[in-house]
C-alpha cells in the first residue's frame, strides 16, 4: 500500500504532468477564443457544419472555461501545483538557510493563489450598470448611495472621445425609511401609465424634479436651477434610484472614475463604463412653468395628462427650427415628439413639431442631458488574483536574482 501511495505522489508533483495539464489549459483558452461562447446549439450547428458543431457541443467548447472537462484539467493542475510546493518547500526547510532558494515556492504559492482567485471570481462576480445625469443617484451593494456630482467628456480635435470622467460623492449613511408616498386619483384608480417629468417655473429660474418611479408617479416637488444633487431623480437601467442623501453632498468624501481607473471601495468596485446623452422635450404651460420629460414619462393636466413617447426618428436632425427655452440648457433643432394626450378620459396619439400645443401644454423644444454610464462590479476573487500576481512576480525575481548572483560568483 505504502509503494501505491508513493508513486501516486510521485506522479501527482511530476513535471511532466504539469507540463501536459498546462498544454491542455492553453487548448482549452484557445478554444475559447476563437469558438463565440453562450450561443444556442442551432448557431454552432449553422455556423460548423458537419463534425466541428456535433466536437463543440460534446466537449462543451460552447462555454469552454465553465464546462467539466475545463474545471477538471484545472483541479488536477491545482493538485499537481500544491503537491509540488509542498514537496519542494519541505525540502528546502531542511536546507542550511543560505543554501535555500524560496523564489520558486513563491511563483508556486502565488500561481496556487491565483487560480483560487480565478474561481472563486468564476464563481461568484457580479456586474451591474447603471445610467446617472448630473444630481442622480443609486444603490451600491451594501446600502451605500452613489451620487453623480459632475461628469467630463473630453474630444480629441477630429471629434474622436478622448476622456469619460465622473465625479461621485459616496453615502455611507443608512437614511429613514420614507413613508409611503400619497397617491393621486390616477393612482387610486389604477392609472400607472408613465412616470412624471421635471418641471421648471422660470420667475424663480429652477427646477423641479418627480420620482421616476416605473410604477407609481409622484408629485413634482422644487429644485435648485441645474438637477440638484440631493434630488431623487431616475437612475436608469441597473440599481435603483433612492432618495436624498442623509448627509449634505459637500461634507461626503468624493472620488473621480475615469476610464481605466476605477473606484475601489470594500465589496465591489465601481468603473467608467461609457458616456452618452439623452434627450428631454421640453414642455411648457400657461403660467411658463416648464417640463421636462423623456420616453415614457408624463406630466398631469387638470382633465388628464401628457405623456412623451417618442421622438419621430422618420424625421432629419433638423426637420424644424430650434426654439430656445427660458433659464433652461440650451435647445437644438427637434425633430417632431409623439405624445399619448389623455383629456377627460379620452386617449389620443398625437405628433407636434416645437412651438405646437399639446393639450394645454406648449412643445418648446428638447434638451440634450448627459449620462454616464457606470459599471458597478462586485469581485470576492480580486484581492486573492491580486495577491498571486504579486507573489508570481516577486518569485520570478528573487529566483532570477539569485541565479544572476551565482553566475557573477
Avoid at 21 to 26: D, E, G, I, P, Q
Avoid at 52 to 70: E, T
Avoid at 276 to 295: I, N, S, Y
Wanted: positive net charge; glycine residues 8%.
Amino acid at each position: 500500500m505504502k509503494a501505491f501511495f508513493d508513486k501516486l505522489y510521485n506522479a501527482l508533483r511530476s513535471v511532466k504532468l504539469a507540463v501536459v495539464l498546462l498544454v491542455l489549459l492553453a487548448l482549452f483558452a484557445i478554444a475559447g477564443g476563437i469558438i463565440p461562447q453562450g450561443k444556442a446549439a442551432s448557431y454552432y450547428i449553422e455556423h460548423f457544419s458537419g463534425a466541428g458543431s456535433r466536437i463543440i457541443l460534446a466537449l462543451a467548447l460552447d462555454h469552454v472555461f465553465s464546462s467539466f472537462l475545463f474545471l477538471l484539467v484545472s483541479a488536477i493542475f491545482a493538485i499537481n501545483l500544491t503537491v509540488c510546493t509542498f514537496h519542494r518547500l519541505t525540502n528546502e526547510l531542511f536546507k542550511p538557510r543560505e543554501k535555500r532558494r524560496h523564489g520558486p515556492d513563491l511563483l508556486h504559492i502565488g500561481l496556487i493563489i491565483l487560480l483560487f482567485g480565478g474561481i472563486l471570481t468564476s464563481r461568484s462576480r457580479t456586474e451591474t450598470f447603471i445610467n446617472l445625469r448630473k444630481g442622480d443617484s443609486a444603490r451600491l451593494p451594501g446600502g451605500a448611495k452613489v451620487v453623480l456630482v459632475d461628469l467630463k467628456y473630453e474630444q480629441y480635435p477630429d471629434g474622436r472621445p478622448k476622456s469619460w470622467e465622473s465625479t461621485v460623492a459616496i453615502d455611507k449613511n443608512q437614511p429613514p425609511e420614507a413613508p409611503a408616498p400619497m397617491l393621486t386619483h390616477e393612482e387610486e384608480s389604477g392609472d400607472t401609465l408613465g412616470t412624471t417629468g421635471f418641471a421648471d417655473p422660470t420667475l424663480n429660474n429652477s427646477l423641479s424634479s418627480a420620482k421616476a418611479s416605473s410604477s407609481e408617479p409622484a408629485t413634482s416637488s422644487a429644485a435648485p436651477a441645474a438637477p440638484a444633487i440631493s434630488a431623487e431623480t431616475g437612475a436608469g437601467p441597473g440599481l435603483p434610484s433612492s432618495p436624498a442623501p442623509s448627509t449634505p453632498i459637500a461634507e461626503l468624501p468624493q472620488y473621480r472614475i475615469r476610464v481605466n481607473t476605477p473606484l475601489r471601495l470594500k465589496g465591489y468596485s465601481i468603473y467608467q463604463q461609457n458616456w452618452h446623452t439623452e434627450k428631454q422635450v421640453v414642455l411648457r404651460d400657461a403660467m411658463g412653468m416648464q417640463f421636462f420629460l423623456e420616453p415614457g414619462m408624463r406630466e398631469t393636466t387638470k382633465d388628464g395628462f401628457v405623456l412623451f413617447m417618442a421622438l419621430d426618428t422618420s424625421q432629419g436632425a433638423g426637420g424644424a427650427a430650434a426654439v430656445a427655452v427660458a433659464a433652461a440648457p440650451a435647445v437644438a433643432a427637434a425633430p417632431s415628439a409623439i405624445f399619448l394626450l389623455e383629456q377627460n378620459g379620452k386617449r389620443t396619439v398625437v405628433k407636434a413639431a416645437p412651438g405646437e400645443k399639446i393639450g394645454s401644454f406648449t412643445f418648446s423644444g428638447y434638451i440634450e442631458q448627459p449620462v454616464s454610464g457606470l459599471a458597478v462590479v462586485s469581485d470576492k476573487g480580486y484581492p486573492f488574483v491580486a495577491a498571486g500576481f504579486i507573489l508570481v512576480i516577486l518569485g520570478v525575481f528573487i529566483t532570477y536574482i539569485r541565479k544572476l548572483k551565482g553566475m557573477l560568483a
